[in-house]
């Protein structure tokens, strides 16, 4: 079985200021790491994913993400945040050999001018 | 064009109506999928198709029944709606189904009964 914590419902950050959105998850079997953002009225779109290799993956606009598996995290950053980016967060997984995809419970992100 | 569609985008109904909502996907795929968002945003898988098969099927009332005709459509119909029915349904559309690939989400039906 598998599972995925959100730590934080809400995040308010000011314009241009960094932010971390936090991802903690469990599996019994080797995972696979998803960031989804959905946009106020619209469905979900990857942000970014990790599957294999390098642990920090990278999204085209801004975004990075860490794989830690000794804390068994995947917390997204973000250096400079833009009013833009407000939007409700993702943080998914899923198993090896698995088709079923897990997600959390969203982390609502309000960039404030 | 749009790559996963669902219709109607919003649905207002009685209790005890039936109801169905469409999806169709023009990416190729060959595992589709439902999702149901309550309305605290939790995303909960309830149905998975790959090549009009069922693959998954959660813990979810038997008045839910998904069909599919071809693979690019999956089409979900509610018999008896409750008011506990309200959400949002996503469908999603995926390669081949594995657990590394991407999955596409059409816009939401934004379901309200009454």
């Known amino acids: 079985a598998q599972s995925v914590t959100q730590l934080d419902s809400q995040v308010p950050v000011f314009e241009e200021a960094p932010v971390e959105l936090r991802c903690n998850y469990s599996?019994?079997?080797?995972?696979?790491l998803f960031w989804y953002v959905q946009y106020p009225n619209q469905g979900l779109q990857l942000l970014l994913k990790?599957?294999?290799?390098?642990?920090l993956v990278e999204s085209i606009n801004g975004f990075e993400a860490e794989f830690n598996k000794s804390q068994t995290s995947f917390h997204l950053r973000k250096p400079s945040v833009h009013i833009s980016d407000t939007a409700e967060y993702f943080c998914?997984?899923?198993?090896?050999?698995?088709?079923?995809?897990?997600f959390g419970k969203g982390t609502k992100l309000s960039v404030i001018p | 064009d749009t790559a996963v569609s669902q219709t109607p985008k919003y649905l207002v109904t009685q209790m005890g109506n039936d109801k169905s909502i469409k999806c169709e996907q023009n990416?190729?795929?060959?595992?589709m999928y439902w999702y149901k968002q309550d309305s605290k945003k939790f995303l909960k898988i309830m149905f998975s198709?790959?090549?009009?098969?069922?693959?998954i099927n959660e813990t979810v009332p038997n008045r839910f029944s998904p069909k599919s005709p071809d693979k690019a459509h999956l089409n979900l119909h509610i018999n008896s709606l409750e008011l506990g029915d309200s959400a949002v349904y996503f469908c999603?559309?995926?390669?081949?189904?594995?657990?590394?690939?991407?999955?596409?989400f059409g816009p939401g039906t934004r379901l309200l009964v009454l």
């Open positions: 599996s019994s079997v080797s995972v696979y």
């Open positions: 998914a997984v899923s198993g090896a050999g698995s088709y079923q995809l897990t």
């Open positions: 990416l190729g795929h060959d595992t």
């Open positions: 999603a559309s995926s390669q081949f189904g594995r657990a590394e690939e991407t999955q596409y």
């Open positions: 990790y599957l294999s290799g390098s642990t």
């Open positions: 198709y790959n090549n009009k098969e069922l693959i």
